[in-house]
Nanobody
Framework: QVQPVESGGGLVQAGDSLRLSCAAS??????VGWFRQAPGKEREFVAAISWSGGNTAFADSVKGRFDISRDSAKNEVYLQMKSLKPEDTAIYYC??????????????????WGQGTQVTVAS
């Protein structure tokens, strides 16, 4: 597995939108998840998409505000974030799902993390 590369983070105001990208040459046949880690907190699940792109899963805290999509031809996965809140501030990571079934457990079983991209939402 190749470690993915995240990009697209930055400093935005509350209510703004941001789109994160995640790229890896080995994504084509894998479900991919986005996670985030805020200072002093553990890494938490944000969203995930199945290998085909036909199924998605979201954490309750981002439902209705975030969307996840993928471009298999480019081996990229995107996290579209809208109505950002200060509590969304974190380093965002993506990873391929290497263990378990996406349909029964989309929130765990991810490995080969990238370096992450910082998202800071000012109030």
């Amino acid at each position: 597995q190749v470690q993915p590369v995240e990009s697209g983070g930055g400093l935005v105001q509350a209510g703004d939108s941001l789109r994160l990208s995640c790229a890896a040459s080995t994504f084509r046949s894998s479900a991919v998840g986005w996670f985030r880690q805020a200072p002093g907190k553990e890494r938490e699940f944000v969203a995930a998409i199945s290998w085909s792109g036909g199924n998605t899963a979201f954490a309750d805290s981002v439902k209705g505000r975030f969307d996840i999509s993928r471009d298999s031809a480019k081996n990229e996965v995107y996290l579209q974030m809208k109505s950002l809140k200060p509590e969304d501030t974190a380093i965002y990571y993506c990873a391929p799902k290497t263990r378990g079934s996406f349909w029964s457990d989309p929130e765990s079983g991810y490995d080969y993390w990238g370096q992450g991209t910082q998202v800071t939402v000012a109030s």
